[in-house]
């Protein structure tokens, strides 16, 4: 398995939205909205990096709302 943590930043006032979208996303654990840098971080566990990908490149980033993202995968 892969877990991979990714970093959302979202327009104003989208953070609410965005949350349950990326949630419904198949291989997504769970979203938070957070205080920092970033607006949300997701956490995804799936069985490829290529998984990872499609989830961070293809549907996160596609969701109108979403600035910008970052993706770190687990080492451990």
């Known amino acids: 398995m892969v877990t991979a943590f990714i970093m959302i930043k979202a327009n104003t006032g989208e953070a609410d939205r965005l949350r349950e979208e990326i949630e419904s996303i198949e291989g997504v654990e ?3 909205i957070v ?8 956490k995804a566990r799936v069985e490829t990096p290529a998984e990872v990908k499609e989830i961070a490149a293809t549907n996160i980033q596609s969701i109108d709302g979403v600035e910008n993202t970052q993706t770190y995968i687990a080492m451990d």
């Open 35 to 42: 205080a920092g840098d970033v607006d949300i971080i997701a």
């Open 30 to 32: 769970s979203a938070h």
